[in-house]
Nanobody, 124 residues
Framework: QVQLVESGGGLVQPGGSLRLSCAAS????????IGWFHQAPGKGRKGIAC????????YLEDSVKGRFTISRDNAKNTAYLEMNSVKPEDAGTYSC?????????????????WGQGTQVTVSS
């Protein structure tokens, strides 16, 4: 099954921007719906963005709508989470997950594969 590796995390100032990447190996990304999850310090993991395999459907959770963008480039086997107007509450671990045949109507249930996560720190 697909192996996923996130990158692009780091330190960002409030109001700044960051682009996270989710790179696939062992299996083409084009077969997978990709979800991005955020886990703030001391809190549970929460699904915040989703894009179907053909990019036809996307979903952004209300707290990031208008600030974050999810996209993918199947030719590069990579999905992205563009983070703009970053807020302190956006800090935490960001993980991507892949699931074949999933619609972006729910984050619940089992996903086929998870990345290890990348850390985002928001500080001036």
């Amino acid at each position: 099954q697909v192996q996923l590796v996130e990158s692009g995390g780091g330190l960002v100032q409030p109001g700044g921007s960051l682009r996270l990447s989710c790179a696939a190996s062992e299996w083409p990304l084009e077969h997978y719906t990709i979800g991005w999850f955020h886990q703030a310090p001391g809190k549970g993991r929460k699904g915040i963005a989703c894009i179907t395999s053909n990019s036809r459907h996307t979903y952004l959770e209300d707290s990031v709508k208008g600030r974050f963008t999810i996209s993918r480039d199947n030719a590069k086997n990579t999905a992205y989470l563009e983070m703009n107007s970053v807020k302190p509450e956006d800090a935490g671990t960001y993980s991507c997950a892949g699931d074949r045949g999933r619609l972006c109507s729910t984050f619940s249930g089992s996903w086929d594969s998870w990345g290890q996560g990348t850390q985002v720190t928001v500080s001036s």
